[in-house]
């Protein structure tokens, strides 16, 4: 088995083009929060914004590293002194060595410092949606609370979107800060390295914590956060006994697809990811499990 996929090969290229996307990127509030809200535009679209959170002297999640200068001047005027990355993925880490370099301290969860010390090579559609993180040194999170801003917050495990997810809980203000953990309650489509089973088994502990406001890096809601993973776990549940009961009927993964009750995301996506995000994904692990990246896998299984 090689040790190298195509886009590992292209990936440098790709980095090096200078892509010529609109710029989207204000200041915004979601409930009591303060959020950076980024994104490219392409064709007059706004593209999948991303989120970063500030919470008193922490921010929380590093955005695009297209928008470091933004990250780091909405950081400064916030007086942010710390920040805390919920995943390894290019839209929450892309500004993390601006801010080191500006002398924030940044946190990860151990597995996501390992991960982020190379630069991770991605795939055509993350350089037209978000384009490459640099590679950055980050120290990890010392034991399973961390102070947010005033606050404190529980590190919370999250497998199943990526295997180094961890979410912030902050119970006395009925918070969650979901990273990717939500992302929709009906989402269509996986990509290829999703975790089905672990992204049930973590939707199912994340509903038993008390919090109404979900911090989703995408798409957050101010009220009504828990009722929406709620209603996210039942679809999953929908989901699996479909696809289970569709194969032992003998359908085909593509047929199964075909039959979930959805909405198909737009072509172009579909054209962009080249498989790596699309609702056989989605089929394919539920019966089989996730293919996650080599170079992901490398770091994972390294003692
Ligand atoms: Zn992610």
């Not at 640099?134 to 999170?141: T, Y």
């Not at 199943?160 to 939500?182: E, I, K, T």
């Not at 699309?278 to 992901?296: F, I, Q």
Request: proline share 6%.
């Amino acid at each position: 088995m090689t040790s190298w996929e195509p886009y590992h090969l292209v990936d440098p290229l790709l980095a090096r083009v200078p892509w010529p996307f609109g710029r989207h990127v204000e200041a915004v509030t979601v409930g009591p929060v303060r959020a950076l809200r980024m994104a490219r535009r392409w064709g007059g679209r706004t593209l999948m914004a991303v989120h970063c959170y500030v919470v008193g002297d922490t921010l929380i999640d590093a955005g695009l590293a297209c928008y470091a200068s933004d990250v780091l001047a909405f950081a400064r005027e916030g007086g942010v002194r710390r920040a805390l990355v919920t995943h390894h993925h290019e839209d929450h880490v892309g500004g993390a060595s601006a801010l080191v370099a500006e002398g924030v301290d940044v946190r990860a969860p151990a597995l996501t410092a390992r991960l982020v010390r190379e630069p991770l090579p991605v795939r055509f559609y993350q350089h037209v949606l978000w384009g490459r993180a640099p590679a950055v040194s980050l120290r990890g999170f010392e034991g399973d609370a961390v102070a947010l801003g005033p606050y404190e917050a529980r590190v919370v495990a999250a497998p199943g979107h990526c295997d180094d997810q961890v979410v912030l809980h902050v119970p006395s203000q009925g918070w969650l800060f979901s990273g990717d953990a939500f992302l929709d309650e009906r989402v269509k489509v996986f990509r290829r390295d999703e975790d089905f089973a672990a992204t049930v088994a973590t939707l199912e502990r994340l509903c038993a914590l008390d919090f109404d406001a979900l911090f989703c890096a995408h798409r957050p809601r101010a009220t009504g956060g828990r009722e929406a993973l709620r209603r996210k776990l039942a679809w999953m549940r929908e989901v699996e006994g479909l696809v289970r009961r569709r194969h032992v009927e003998g359908a085909t993964v593509k047929a199964i697809a075909r039959e979930l009750p959805q909405v198909r995301r737009g072509a172009l996506l579909d054209l962009l990811a080249l498989g790596d995000v699309s609702v056989e994904n989605m089929v394919r692990a539920v019966l089989e499990g996730p293919r996650p990246r080599r170079e992901v896998r490398r770091t994972v299984e390294r003692p």
